[in-house]
């Protein structure tokens, strides 16, 4: 089982329709990740928070919204997505942002926009 | 801006047969390199990392290389399995952000 949960695990949704994706950890990690990963390919990095900060944000379009609440939880708002935002959304961890601490995957959600 | 290549896309082998994936990347001044395992429709499982300064890590079956001089890394499987069977993602960090290869599917035959 992963240490990192993800929920939910599906979700369908409208392209009017405002939801979030959540994702939680209780490695005592610092480090968490928002990335996209559509059929195929390799997961692409979309926003990285340190110590509860935005760090990086890959240019990431404003109908993506993250959140960091505290240390151990992170938080994706969607609205107004478009088809083709339809993807894997994978949440990762790291003891730190620095380069030598592995990442820690969740299981995913699963995301359809009609 | 670093490039990470693996070759080849799909394998396919017998099982009980040693393998190994290759991965490359473009810019030699890597801070390390991370292997991941992908079973569909999950998330990705971090198998091995291998920091700058090392050349390589074991974990059971499973030995990974880096020589940055080469720009390469390798991932050997000893005595593969069919539980083996997922797609294998190298990742390469110099920017302290992950770029990922293309993944190698692994199919093992009973």
């Known amino acids: 089982d992963t240490e990192v949960t993800q929920t939910p695990k599906h979700l369908v949704m409208g392209m009017t329709n405002k939801k979030s994706l959540k994702c939680e950890q209780h490695m005592g990690h610092r480090a968490m990740y928002w990335y996209k990963q559509k059929a195929k390919k390799p997961p692409e990095l979309m926003f990285v928070?340190?110590?509860?900060?935005?760090?990086i944000n890959e240019s990431v379009p404003s109908r993506f919204s993250p959140e960091c609440p505290n240390s151990s939880l992170l938080n994706l708002h969607l609205h107004a997505l478009q088809p083709e935002d339809s993807a894997l959304y994978l949440c990762a961890s790291s003891q730190w942002d620095r380069v030598n601490s592995p990442l820690h995957f969740g299981n995913g959600t699963r995301l359809t926009v009609t | 801006k670093q490039e990470v290549t693996q070759i080849p896309a799909a394998l396919s082998v017998p099982e009980g047969e040693n393998l190994v994936l290759n991965c490359s990347f473009t810019d030699s001044a890597i801070y390390n390199l991370q292997w991941f395992r992908q079973d569909p429709g999950k998330g990705l499982t971090s198998l091995l990392l291998i920091q700058s300064s090392q050349r390589e890590q074991t974990s059971g079956r499973l030995n990974a290389s880096l020589d940055k001089s080469s720009g390469r890394s390798t991932l050997y499987i000893a005595a593969s399995q069919p539980g083996d069977s997922a797609t294998y993602l190298c990742?390469?960090?110099?920017?302290?952000?992950?770029?990922f290869g293309q993944g190698t599917t692994l199919q093992v035959k009973p």
């Open positions: 928070y340190s110590y509860e900060k935005l760090s």
């Open positions: 990742a390469g960090s110099n920017t302290g952000k992950l770029i």
